[in-house]
């Protein structure tokens, strides 16, 4: 049976819309497509892709600090591979991960809309991202980029002879992107809402994107001016930051970072909304404080601007700037703990399976906890005067990045998997993908912070004997972890070709986006539906949750969509 | 179907709006690429004011002038093609809109003029030709070249958008009865305008 066959079944007495994967097949229907599903699926190959060969260099940089003297590539073939493994992934993969491709295909379901506000700038995001990627993967085949993805001047301005150009431009035009996909956002959660469907009924994960796009506006902006400051710097030699006229390399660092730490946020927030909504839907219960999830969230992104000295502890800043930075970024952890709080207290009392999603998602809890509570070490200025730039660092934020967002970019491409393809995965391969994923994940970065405590500094192509123990453990759970992340696109392949039909709503769920058929039709809703509940309604208030597929207990059953759960 | 009504809206109030909005939240991301530039001007100008006030004093202040005054005009005139736009009159849309091209591009080949007089002078950092030595000078020619140049290509870019429009509302091929779009076009060239008139107090009259 092929996809669109069985797609778009209606109820009796209505026609049948045709899934969007029908809707045509010559590879112009895609790349000219304004459907913000299939603009989803664009992206999802696209970073894929970039995940590979950002994964490929982490691989190889593994692979070279299994033995203490350099021997499999040369200092400055280690320059680059970090470089490009930290360019690639932060750009290319983690910040269009979960808004750019979950995001696009499940906001406008999530909402009730036929699309997003506006669909030809969602493609032009797109072929934007394309043409970075371009750029980025053309200074790699010419030679590569030796300043790390931090672009710090003088050394990427006045110094280095790689080509930091052509991998800045790339960033740039790509940053272009991700500034459209944020206003594109704003505006459809402003605009689609479908009717009844107000604010505090909005689920968590629209409102993560909402929190998102606004970092993504408004930080964006000052990466895209600082790497053009140091293109016109190399260009044309105006020495913006160069300080032998004056210039102060420092100032590039704040600008930076004003866009950097953001992008931490960037990176993370999605996650969170993610990991709400499998929660809720895996232990049948409604999400705990729902409106202090919503201002914790909005609350990290504002916050999220003005914590960005942390960074530059050892720069030279002024000790005053320090203290302030250093209380600023213990400040900032406390909505995140609301967060950790609150998924706790949502899980409490509930009836938890333990679906593949699931798994990822409480694995998101642990790792992000763990990440977010070494937050707080660094944010200390005696202890991040210690461990600046050492491994501890490089696992504290592997821990968010990888722990965090990948988990729940993972957690949520298996809960949305038979809504975006209309077909059941393998769950037993998938739980086994899950499990693997967080053991190698801590086998790899935990031993990092011991490094680090102990001394080792990033980006060395070499160390000392005594710290090979940690650096091969290391590097076998990098092993765990590269199985790990290609068994997903095994299974999930398979699942499009021997998949069981999902059905509209194969985890009972709550959410608009469950409410169309699997894969939806083009235009999301044969009628838009009318919300008339708040979100999450897995049980009645005041009621014992109950065990999945009982729904007769749910509080209020979608009104567009009656008595479709059996 | 109302002419100039795209999925996913329903009413074309309702489209007004969101462009209106989206235009907005583009001209805030704006404010924030051209606040590095700013941003590093301020600093630099607080830590070498002597430099900053000798190199402001050897911008163009003529073509400087007659600049600001071509772009406020060229307001002006985008502002009466968004009105005529909105009142429905095709025929004086049309006027405004290749006036507000005009005056436009009298900015750029002005500004093209002073940018030669620049380089032969040499006004332009790592010159070996500069003619200033105080601390900070060069600084100000290197802010004087991002900002000013950013600037000109986002002027470039609106005088584009203003013969495209023109040309697509001569042919009649532009959906702009009800629709935002002159006004979103309209909001894009304030802002430009705008960014000019701090840049002209910071670069043409500072030292003066």
Redesign the interface.
């Known amino acids: 049976m092929t996809l669109e066959a069985e797609a778009g079944r209606g109820r009796p007495g209505q026609t049948l819309p045709r899934s969007y994967l029908g809707a045509g097949h010559s590879v112009r229907s895609w790349l000219l497509t ?1 459907d913000h599903k299939r603009i989803a699926l664009l992206y999802l190959g696209t970073i894929t892709v970039f995940f590979l060969i950002g994964g490929s260099a982490a691989t190889l940089m593994r692979l070279e600090l299994v033995t203490p003297p350099g021997e499999l590539v040369s200092a400055d073939t280690y320059n680059r591979l970090f470089t490009l493994h930290g360019v690639i992934m932060v750009w290319f993969f983690l910040v269009p991960a979960v808004p750019a491709t979950l995001g696009n295909f499940v906001l ?1 379901l999530a909402i009730g ?7 030809r700038l969602n493609l032009l995001s797109w072929y934007l991202t394309i043409a970075g990627g371009v750029l980025v993967l053309a200074s790699l085949l010419l030679g590569g980029v030796d300043t790390g993805w931090t672009f710090y001047t003088p050394y990427s301005s006045l110094y280095s002879n790689s080509y930091v150009t052509l991998a800045a431009m790339g960033v740039f035009v790509n940053g272009f992107g991700s ?1 459209a996909t ?3 956002f ?2 459809t959660i ?3 809402r479908t009717r009844g469907l107000t604010w505090m009924r909005l689920p968590l994960f629209v409102w993560s994107l909402y929190a998102v796009s606004i970092v993504m ?6 990466l ?3 790497l ?2 140091v293109v ?2 190399r260009l ?5 930051f160069d300080p032998a ?4 390399p420092i ?1 590039f660092q ?2 930076f970072w004003f866009y950097s730490h953001p992008a931490v946020y960037i990176m993370i927030l999605p996650g969170f909304g993610v990991i709400s909504e499998v929660l809720t839907c895996f232990a049948r219960r409604r999400i705990f404080g729902y409106e202090a999830m919503v201002f914790a969230m909005l609350a990290i992104a504002i916050f999220g601007f003005f914590v960005w000295g942390h960074h530059m502890f050892v720069s030279g800043q002024s000790y005053y700037a320090n203290l302030i930075f250093s209380f600023l970024s213990f400040a900032i952890a406390v909505p995140s703990a609301i967060k950790v709080f609150n998924w706790s207290g949502t899980l409490y009392g509930g009836h938890i399976t333990f679906e593949a999603s699931m798994l990822y998602a409480l694995g998101f809890i642990g790792l992000f906890t763990l990440g977010g509570l070494t937050g707080l070490f660094v944010a200390s200025v005696p202890i991040d005067v210690h461990v600046t730039d050492t491994y501890f660092i490089v696992a504290h934020f592997h821990y968010i990045m990888v722990g965090g967002m990948v988990t729940a970019f993972f957690a949520g491409l298996h809960f949305w998997w038979p809504k975006i393809t209309g077909r059941l995965y393998s769950e037993s391969f998938a739980r086994l993908a899950a499990l693997l994923m967080f053991v190698g994940f801590n086998f790899t970065f935990f031993p990092q912070f011991i490094l680090g405590w102990m001394g080792m500094p990033r980006r060395y192509w070499s160390y000392p004997d005594d710290f090979q123990v940690l650096n091969v453990a290391s590097s076998l759970g990098a092993v765990i972890l590269a199985a790990a992340y290609l068994l997903p696109p095994v299974y999930l392949g398979l699942s499009l070709w021997r998949g069981k039909p999902a059905g509209d709503n194969p985890w009972d769920a709550t959410g608009l986006e469950w409410t169309t058929s699997s894969p939806p039709p083009r235009e999301n809703f044969a009628v838009l539906p009318v919300v008339d509940t708040e979100p999450y309604a897995y049980h009645a208030d005041r009621v014992e949750p109950h065990r999945r597929g009982d729904a007769s207990h749910r509080a209020v059953s979608q009104s567009s969509d009656p008595g479709d759960d059996a | 179907m109302t002419r100039g009504l795209h999925e996913p809206f329903a009413t074309l109030p309702r489209q007004r709006e969101a462009a209106t909005f989206g235009i907005w939240i583009f001209l805030a991301t704006e404010m924030i690429f051209f606040g590095g530039l700013f941003l590093g001007y301020a600093v630099y100008r607080h830590e070498y004011p002597a430099g900053f006030a000798a190199a402001g004093a050897r911008t163009d202040i003529v073509i400087g002038t007659a600049n600001t005054m071509l772009l406020l005009t060229s307001s002006a005139t985008m502002a009466a093609a968004v009105w005529s736009g909105r009142a429905g009159l095709r025929g004086n849309t049309l006027l405004a809109l290749v006036l507000t091209a005009l005056l436009g591009t009298g900015f750029l080949v002005l500004k093209a003029v002073e940018y030669r007089n620049d380089i032969d002078e040499g006004l332009v950092p790592g010159s070996p030709a500069f003619p200033l030595s105080e601390p900070g000078a060069e600084l100000f020619f290197g802010y004087y070249w991002a900002m000013t140049g950013l600037h000109t290509v986002h002027l470039v870019i609106g005088v584009g958008a203003l013969g495209l429009t023109a040309w697509r509302l001569w042919r009649g091929r532009l959906a702009w009865r009800g629709t935002g779009f002159l006004h979103v076009l309209g909001l894009y060239w304030h802002f430009v305008d705008v960014i000019w008139i701090f840049l002209f107090p910071l670069l043409y009259l500072m030292g003066r």
Do not use: K, S
């Open positions: 304004t406008p809309a036929r699309d997003v506000a506006f669909p500034i944020g206003i594109n704003l505006v402003h605009t689609q506006v408004l930080a964006t902006p000052a895209a001016v600082a053009l400051m016109v710097e044309f030699d105006l020495g913006l006229r004056g210039g102060d100032l704040h600008i």
